[in-house]
């Protein structure tokens, strides 16, 4: 079925280190969303990218989609306590609702 | 102030019972979604609504029953045929159903079997 796959499933950086998360589709998206989850929390909308090769800031976040739409990244420099949590892309590959990938779980060692 | 609820915040439910989980949005949103989420698998795709008496069928909906009788209100009903309920589920809502919407989440119900 359609599938949206998130790399890694896990990392734990030192705080101030930076953090990567990748996201790859089977088929061409037609956007791109990404969401954090807190700890014990729900998923909160971050962003959204639209344009093939576009890239969007929000402070020290940067999101990426890819030239082929197919992929996605979300880059955090300098990692702070208050990043921790697990991040979702999710996108729609044609049937007008989005699929999750699997998130990747952020820990910080302060 | 506007947003989405969900009750109860736990649920436990015994062998064989049947047990539904509330969801309630203001938002005036037409599409409304169950999802759930297990350690390590993200959000899967439970049962989705586009519009006021009418909801579809998502990836993993065995076991599960939905009603949408009201704009507001998107109940799920886990059923005695779901033999692994065990996880925290989530409804949220978008104002359509379209891959570019943002969809808003409620805070959860975690259920757990006893």
């Known amino acids: 079925g359609q599938q949206v796959m998130q790399i890694p499933q896990y990392q734990h950086v030192q705080e101030g280190e930076d953090f990567t998360t990748y996201c790859n589709s089977s088929?061409?998206?037609?956007?791109i969303q990404w969401y954090k989850q807190r700890p014990g929390g729900h998923p909160v909308f971050l962003i959204q990218?639209?344009?093939?090769?576009e890239v969007k800031k929000q402070k020290r976040l940067t999101f990426q989609f890819g030239e082929a739409k197919k992929n996605s990244s979300l880059h955090i420099t300098a990692t702070q306590t208050t990043d921790v949590g697990t991040y979702f892309c999710a996108g729609d590959q044609g049937a007008q609702k989005l699929v999750f990938g699997q998130g990747t779980r952020l820990t910080i060692n302060p | 102030d506007g947003g989405i609820t969900q009750s109860p915040k736990y649920l436990f439910r015994k062998e064989g019972q049947n047990v539904t989980l509330s969801c309630e949005q203001n938002l005036n949103h037409d599409a409304m979604y169950w999802y759930r989420q297990d350690p390590g698998q993200g959000l899967r795709l439970i049962y989705y609504?586009?519009?006021?008496?009418?909801?579809q069928k998502g990836d993993i909906a065995e076991g599960y029953s939905v009603s949408r009788e009201k704009k507001e209100s998107f109940p799920l009903t886990v059923t005695s045929a779901q033999k692994n309920p065990t996880a925290f589920y989530l409804c949220?809502?978008?104002?359509?159903?379209?891959?570019?919407?943002?969809?808003?989440f409620g805070p959860g119900t975690r259920l757990l079997v006893l």
């Open positions: 609504s586009q519009i006021v008496n009418d909801f």
């Open positions: 088929t061409t998206l037609s956007n």
């Open positions: 990218l639209v344009k093939s090769g």
């Open positions: 949220a809502s978008s104002m359509r159903t379209s891959g570019r919407e943002t969809q808003y």
